[in-house]
């Protein structure tokens, strides 16, 4: 995604959905597996309204002009029921994976979303027009979008944010394990779509190895195999890898790493739990720079990589040296290369 381009969470998405959707019709992109078409139906029960849904890649022009009659000398287009049902009370028009339609779907859509209408029929006064899909770059079979379409809706691109997904999941029921893994490792809950096709991890693919490991555990068939098959089978390599080894040493206690790195927590004894807290700090620093930069002070940190063993110590600083050293640990720095070469600096 554009950094120069405005991002919205999933939240803030259903505020403005509920605030423009009646008389402007709106476009989510983001990723797959971000939460776009939860977060459109969330929106619609919120306001009391059916969410009728279309999806882009399984119509075609006459699910939304409708089928020409012929009614004394003239003909009529009767529009599709999903669209314009017999009840004229408002809903909530949901046009799924609209970037997948074809041109001449997406040009059946033009009066629709501009206008609400379908043909003569206008839609039920407060019936809302909201339409998701992915991007151009996140090899979905994503077609460009017509300038003509992109004119006629508000374009609304969505983030993941991580603090928003674990209180829904608190709230959602996904497993403990799984909160505390993305806690832990807050990158993990959205990884970038790999090259060739293989499972990769998004919010969808969390939840939906959550549910997997549910159904197993009540089939009484979970162990660390079919555990780790089924991670595996759901999201990124690194991920399955990292979460079955978490699940598997009882790792759910950890503390988040800013609270070792500063000094709040002292370092666990165990070696794995060690290792965990020292990768989760590494990735901190690859990742989150800005957030160390405000959130840890050049003391806490200087204090935290002196008090840790040297060969983790070097681990940590391995090709991350310029990044450690804009974070103030200059000193920390200094003592490793003392201690390597033996030369006082």
Excluded at 62 to 75: C, F, H, K, N, Q
């Amino acid at each position: 995604m554009n950094n120069n381009i405005p991002t919205v969470t999933l939240s803030e998405a259903k505020s403005i959905i509920k605030a423009l959707a009646q008389k402007q019709s709106v476009l989510l992109l983001s990723p797959p597996g971000v939460g776009k078409s939860d977060s459109v139906m969330q929106a619609a029960a919120d306001a009391g309204l059916e969410c009728r849904s279309l999806l882009g890649t399984q119509i075609a022009p006459e699910d939304v002009s409708g089928i020409p009659r012929i009614v004394g000398e003239r003909s009529v287009f009767c529009p599709p029921r999903v669209l314009l049902p017999e009840d004229p009370k408002p809903f909530c028009l949901f046009l799924d994976e609209l970037p997948a339609c074809t041109p001449d779907i997406q040009k059946s859509f033009y009066s629709l979303l501009l206008e609400r209408r379908l043909g003569e029929h206008p839609l039920p006064k407060g019936t809302w027009v909201v339409a998701a899909g992915n991007r151009a770059e996140d090899r979905s079979l994503v077609r460009s979008l017509s300038a003509a379409l992109i004119n006629r809706v508000i374009i609304l691109n969505v983030r993941v944010d991580v603090k928003e997904w674990l209180t829904w999941g608190h709230s959602a029921g996904v497993r403990s394990e799984i909160l505390s893994f993305i806690t832990f490792n807050p990158d993990s809950l959205m990884r970038p779509i790999p090259v060739t096709p293989a499972p990769f991890s998004t919010p969808r693919a969390w939840v939906s190895l959550s549910r997997s490991l549910d159904l197993l555990e009540k089939a009484g068939a979970l162990n660390s195999e079919s555990m780790r098959s089924v991670a595996y089978g759901r999201v990124s390599p690194e991920d399955a890898s990292l979460f079955t080894v978490f699940t598997e040493s009882n790792l759910g206690s950890l503390k988040k790493p800013i609270e070792y790195l500063k000094g709040e927590t002292p370092l666990p004894e165990d070696r794995t739990q060690r290792w965990f807290i020292l990768h989760g700090i590494r990735q901190l620093v690859l990742t989150q720079w800005d957030f160390l930069k405000e959130n840890a002070s050049g003391n806490q940190i200087n204090a935290f990589l002196q008090k840790v063993k040297r060969e983790e110590r070097a681990a940590l600083l391995l090709e991350l040296v310029e990044k450690w050293s804009e974070l103030g640990a200059d000193k920390a720095i200094c003592k490793t290369l003392e201690e390597i070469t033996g030369i006082t600096i």
